[in-house]
């Protein structure tokens, strides 16, 4: 079992950085994949970027060279820091956790509340 809290959301200008927080809580983490999803109003839930349990990434085309992904396995966190932000990266975004390496939303077993960024134009 992992609980997954998300902190480090805000409102942000375009252009602007912000660093988002995934606490995780169980003695497992170091074996979990962990990804971030977004949700922006009226859009399903899509995949953001992930790290593996031994540190490999990805990243979705519409946030790769802006967003990256890390973990800390001795904190049980995970971070997304996230720059050059566009009004259009405006969404709740959610921590998961998976046992499996994949970008589909059904392969998280694991989800965190969610915490809002908001990027004005």
């Known amino acids: 079992q992992v609980q997954l809290v998300e902190s480090g959301g805000g409102l942000v200008q375009a252009g602007g950085s912000l660093r988002l927080s995934c606490a995780a809580s169980?003695?497992?983490?170091?074996?979990?994949?962990m990804a971030w999803f977004r949700q922006a109003p009226g859009k399903e839930r899509e995949f953001v970027a992930a790290?593996?349990?031994?540190?490999?990434?990805e990243y979705a085309d519409s946030v790769k060279g802006r967003f990256a992904i890390s973990r800390d396995n001795a904190k049980n966190t995970v971070t997304l820091q996230m720059n050059s932000l566009k009004p259009e990266d405006t969404a709740v975004y959610y921590c998961?956790?998976?046992?499996?390496?994949?970008?589909?939303?059904?392969?998280?077993?694991?989800w965190g509340q969610g915490t809002q960024v908001t990027v004005s134009s």
């Open positions: 998961a956790a998976s046992d499996k390496w994949r970008r589909t939303i059904e392969s998280y077993d694991y």
């Open positions: 169980g003695r497992t983490f170091s074996t979990y994949n």
């Open positions: 790290v593996s349990w031994i540190g490999s990434n």
